[in-house]
C-alpha cells in the first residue's frame, strides 16, 4: 500500500471527524440560542412572582413548602431559602399542627379552588387578618401535584371599615352633645338669673350672709355649668378648613380650658405660655384637635398611673405641664406629663396608623397619626421625647 493511499486515507478520516465536530458544536450553540430565550421568560416570571404584594405559597402534597414570593418571606421574616421545605402550617401561621379543617388538604383532595377564606393570626399583643385563596396545579394524569396559597392581608381594610363605623357613632354623639348642651344653657341661664336677683335684694329674700355666700356658690357653679356647655358647642360645631393668623397662646388657653374629661379634675394642668410668642398662621380648627388628641391621652395615661397607685394605696398626684415658647424661626408647643410613659420598644411605632396600646373599643390608633399628619400639612414637625421621666410631645410650628 503506497504512501498516497495511506494520505488518503487520514485525509478522509479527519474530514469525517471534523464533520461529527462541526455538527455538535452547530447543535450546542442551537439549542444555547433557543434557551436564551426561556431563560428571560424565566427570569421575568421570577419578577412578577416576587412583585406581587399578596404572599404567595406553592405547597406540595406533603404540605411542604415548594416555593414562595418575597412578600410571603417578608411577613414571615425570613428568607425565601430558609422556608422551603418547612410546613406551611408553621412558618405563616404559627401552629404546632395541621390546621383545622385545613383548605390545602380539601383542594388536593377535591381538586376544587377555594377562595377569600377568612383567617387571622396572632403575634404578641398584635392580630392580623387574612384573605386566602388555594388553587390547585394538576399534573399531565390530572391528578392534584401541588396547590398554589394566595395569602392577602386585609387588617387595614378591617380596621379601616371598623374606624368608620366607630366615626358614625361618634358622629351621632357629637350631634346629641351639641344639641343637649344647647338645650342645658335655658335652665342654667334661669338659675344664674334667679341667683343674680337674690345677691341684688338678699334682705327681700331673708338671706342671712351665709345664705347669700351660699347664692354665690350657686352663681358661681351655674357660671361654671354655662362655660362647660358652651365649650362643647365650641369643640362639636363643624368649621370650615381655613388657614388664618393665630394667637397660639390664646387657642391654647382656649382649648385647655374647654376641655373636660371623665377624673380629669384629679389632673392638675400647668400652663406656662411664653410671653413673647408671636402669631403663627394656621388652621384653628386642626390645632384645636390635636390638643385635644395630645391630652387625652396625657390624661388616659395619668388616670392609669392613679389606679396603679392605689391598688397599691400609695398617693399620687398626676400633672399636665402645657407650655409655648419661640424657638429660631418656629413656636414650640410642649404637652409633658407625669403618666406611665411609653415603652421605648413601641416608642418607633407611635405615629403609626391603627397602632394602638388599648384594648379593643377603647382606641382607634388613629389619634396620633392624624395629629402627625396635620403639624405636617402645617409645615411643622411632632415628635416624641422622654425628659426627667416625664412623656413629652412636642410640637413645632413655622413662623410666617
Known sequence: MGTGYLSYIFLTAFTILCLICV????????????????????????????????????????????????????????????VLSENCWSV????????????????????????????????????????????????????????????????????????????????????????????????????????????????????????????????????????????????????????????????????VDDIHFPGAAEIEKKIELGRWVPPVTCDPNQIEQVIVNIMTNATQSIKEKISLYESERRFFEGYIKISTCRRGDNILLSFADNGMGIPSEIQPRIFDPFFTTRPAGQGTGLGLSICNRIIEEHGGKLFFDEVDGLSVFSITLPLQ
Open 23 to 82: 455538527k455538535k458544536l452547530w447543535s450546542f450553540f442551537k439549542i444555547r440560542k433557543d434557551a436564551v430565550p426561556v431563560l428571560n421568560v424565566k427570569r421575568q416570571l421570577e419578577t412578577v412572582f416576587d412583585t406581587i404584594k399578596d404572599s404567595i405559597c406553592i405547597i406540595d402534597r406533603d404540605l411542604k413548602i415548594a416555593r414562595v414570593n418575597q412578600s410571603y418571606a417578608k411577613s414571615v421574616g425570613k428568607s425565601i431559602k430558609s
Open 92 to 255: 405563616f401561621w404559627n401552629n404546632k399542627r395541621v390546621c383545622e379543617n385545613c383548605p390545602v388538604g380539601e383542594v388536593f383532595t377535591r381538586g376544587e379552588a377555594v377562595e377569600n377564606i377568612d383567617f387571622t393570626r396572632n403575634s404578641g399583643d398584635e392580630t392580623s387578618y387574612y384573605k386566602v385563596s388555594i388553587f390547585p396545579v394538576v399534573d399531565s394524569a390530572g391528578k392534584v401535584c401541588r396547590v398554589i396559597e394566595c395569602i392577602r392581608d386585609v387588617t387595614s381594610e378591617k380596621r379601616v371599615v371598623e374606624q368608620l363605623v366607630r366615626s358614625e357613632k361618634l358622629a351621632s354623639i357629637g350631634i346629641m352633645t351639641a344639641g343637649v348642651a344647647h338645650e342645658m344653657n335655658n335652665p342654667l341661664s334661669g338659675i344664674s338669673g334667679t341667683a343674680l336677683n337674690m345677691l341684688k335684694m338678699p334682705h327681700k329674700y331673708g338671706l342671712n350672709p351665709k345664705g347669700v355666700s351660699r347664692i354665690e356658690m350657686i352663681l358661681e357653679s351655674s357660671g361654671k355649668a354655662t362655660q362647660i356647655m358652651k365649650g362643647l358647642l365650641h369643640l362639636s360645631r363643624k368649621q370650615d378648613s381655613v388657614k388664618v393668623i393665630v394667637d397660639l397662646n390664646a387657642l391654647v388657653s382656649r382649648t
